[in-house]
Each structure stands twice: as C-alpha cells, then as structure tokens.
C-alpha cells in the first residue's frame, strides 16, 4: 500500500488530487499536525499514528483515539477488533489488560 497513488478529495480546492500516502492526505485534508508522541492530531480532534509508510499503523495502543473517546485498532493500515489486534502487534497479557481497562 506504501507505493500506491490515493485519490482523494481536496477539501481546500474543492477538487481531486493525489495523494501517495493516506498520511498525505490528512495532512492536506485534515491539517494533521504531529505529536511530541509521534501521533497526528486532526483538526477534528481525533489522533492518528502512522508507520513509515503512511498507514494508519499502531502496534503499542490503538491507532485512532476519536474526540469522543473512541478508539480503533490497526496494523499496517488493516482494522481488527481489539483481541485481533492483540494477536497481531504480540503484546503481552499484562498489557492487553491494562489497554482494555484503558480503552473498552
């Protein structure tokens, strides 16, 4: 997905535009701005984390936290559920349960 060319809506020129990451085009759609904690805030308030390849990506916590609290989890730009999640980013039993209390 890292290679690919999105076509995105621009929001500023009421137009289409390409975008090479979904990184990309949150920055121009969304005034995504980065974080001290490598997180994005939108201006929405919502916060993204991305990997290096501009996926929707976060392997320690949940990789969107909406204003309203609600959070989603994402590997490499796929959604799981939260026990899909937990399989796939390995973390340990300790900290699948404090991401639950903190988040479920």
Request: net charge negative.
């Amino acid at each position: 997905m890292g290679n690919s060319t999105y076509k995105v809506y621009d929001m500023v020129t009421e137009g289409y535009t390409r975008a090479t990451t979904i990184l990309e085009d949150h920055i121009t759609n969304y005034n995504a701005e980065l974080q001290l904690n490598g997180s994005y805030l939108h201006e929405d308030g919502d916060v993204y984390w991305y990997n290096e390849l501009g996926e929707i990506h976060n392997a320690d916590g949940p990789a969107i936290i909406r204003n309203n609290g609600e959070a989603t989890w994402h590997l490499n730009d796929k959604r799981y559920t939260f026990n899909e999640w937990c399989i796939g980013a390995l973390i340990s039993e300790e900290t699948r349960m404090l991401l639950r209390l903190q988040y479920e």
